[in-house]
């Protein structure tokens, strides 16, 4: 009986998977599948870098890492469920940092960069791109619509806090009447299936979002806010805003993904070292950047911190500017730019 059972472990053991080299030299393991939220819907920019993300982390630390998908509220519904969720560091979020740094000034989620570990991945340009049958061929023709008779054009976004609501924002801002009709949807993905179909004439999101529909002439893309031209392989150069109002450029847009504060000290070790031995060097990531023009930026700590907070404040000041805000976000630390 002891032989057999001696004999039972050991070939128990033999089908155990071996743990990655690599994955010995972390202070910490996960003990079970970590889930990364993403609070939008499936295909937009956020789930594209989380899976890549999730599939580099896998072969890192020998672990499971499962992206699940929590539309709902520009992301705030999925990023509070990460908040809410053990702090034992099995729960991560995902997603852009202005958004994380924004939801407290519109009144949808308490919490601010402070109260994440962040690790950014990529960084995004926005872009506006039409349906092909609509009349517009370049921004110019969109601009002096929407100067016009804008309120009665819709626009689609991935709703209140997302990349391409920014964008409109920022030109609403910038030029003097011009108006829009905002049609929100779970998140980018969504937003240009939607102009794809005709169900609104115009998006605007991220270029990451648009790629393969402008490559199969799907979308007919007329801006992105650069600048200076992004060239989109596969497609050619895409002109940048400033061609058409000058002096209107964005700081950069970082995605990554963050843990809460409150985590683990070794789970936020673990994070960072694999960021910068595994991220830092991932050949997926790079050509995942190179495909759809995003721009490599695997940083974290106080360096994603800082950066990050570039594009937080000019969003927070646009909302409050325009009557958006739900307080004032001088009161939240977010001093004007």
């Known amino acids: 009986m002891k032989r057999r059972t001696f004999v039972g472990l050991a070939a128990s053991a033999a089908v155990l998977p071996a743990l990655p080299a690599a994955a010995q030299a972390y202070p910490w393991r996960p003990e079970r599948p970590v889930t990364i ?3 939008w819907a499936a295909g937009g920019s956020t789930d594209q870098m989380a899976r890549i993300v999730a599939a580099e982390l896998e072969s890192e630390l020998g672990q499971r890492f ?3 998908n929590q539309p709902g509220a520009s992301g705030s519904i999925g990023t509070r469920n990460a908040m809410e969720a053990a702090r034992d560091g099995h729960t991560w979020a995902a997603g852009a940092a202005a958004d994380v740094g924004t939801y407290k000034v519109l009144g949808m989620l308490d919490t601010s960069l402070a109260d994440w570990n962040l690790f950014l991945a990529v960084a995004n340009v926005s872009a506006i791109s039409v349906n092909p049958n609509t009349p517009y061929r370049d921004f ?3 601009l002096e619509v929407l100067k016009t008779r804008g ?3 819709p626009v689609a976004t991935a709703g209140l806090s997302s990349a391409g609501h920014n964008m409109m924002e920022m030109v609403r801002a910038a030029v003097p009447g011009l108006q829009y009709r905002h049609v929100t949807y779970e998140g980018g993905n969504p937003a240009v299936v939607a102009t794809v179909a005709g169900e609104t004439p115009v998006v605007c999101q991220l270029l990451v979002e648009m790629t393969e529909m402008i490559r199969g002439n799907r979308l007919r893309p007329l801006v992105v806010l650069s600048d200076k031209p992004v060239t989109l392989a596969g497609h050619g150069e895409i002109p940048p805003i400033t061609r058409w109002v000058p002096g209107m ?3 950069v847009n970082y995605f990554g993904i963050w843990i809460p504060k409150g985590a683990p000290e070794p ?3 673990t994070m960072t070292m694999a960021w910068e031995r595994k991220i830092a060097n991932s050949e997926a990531l790079k050509r995942y950047a190179t495909d759809r023009s995003a721009l490599f930026t695997p940083i974290h700590g106080e360096e994603a911190h800082s950066g990050a907070m570039q594009m937080v404040r000019q969003t927070a000041w646009l ?19």
């Open 37 to 39: 939220i993403v609070p």
């Open 66 to 68: 499962v992206v699940v």
């Open 140 to 142: 110019g023709q969109l």
């Open 151 to 153: 309120a009665t054009v």
């Open 249 to 251: 450029v964005a700081p």
């Open 267 to 269: 789970v936020v070790r």
């Open 319 to 337: 909302y409050h500017d325009a009557g958006k805000s739900k307080v004032s976000p001088d009161t939240v630390g977010i001093p004007r730019p």
